[in-house]
């Protein structure tokens, strides 16, 4: 199997992209929309307010739940 710098193989990475998948799919829809963009699509809170129709400070507090529900949900996982 292939390894890259960090001595992660190509199997890890699709696990990991698999669990990610789930952990999303977890998420209700303007939560995930904001990671996507943010993440995904790399855009700035402005960008996504604007996208979004939604206030920089709705981003921001959109993005805190979301990321906590998905650290939650990959620390389920990894047990």
Known sequence: M???ASGH???EAVDDSGE???ALRLLPRRQ???IVLR???DLDVDEIAGTLRISQS???ATMSRAL???AHAI???ER
């Open 39 to 41: 993440y995904y699509a």
């Open 2 to 4: 292939r390894q890259d």
């Open 20 to 22: 990610m998948v789930a």
């Open 9 to 11: 193989d190509a199997a």
């Open 75 to 77: 620390e389920e996982a």
């Open 58 to 60: 709705g981003v921001r």
């Open 68 to 70: 906590a529900v998905l």
């Open 32 to 34: 995930r929309e904001v």
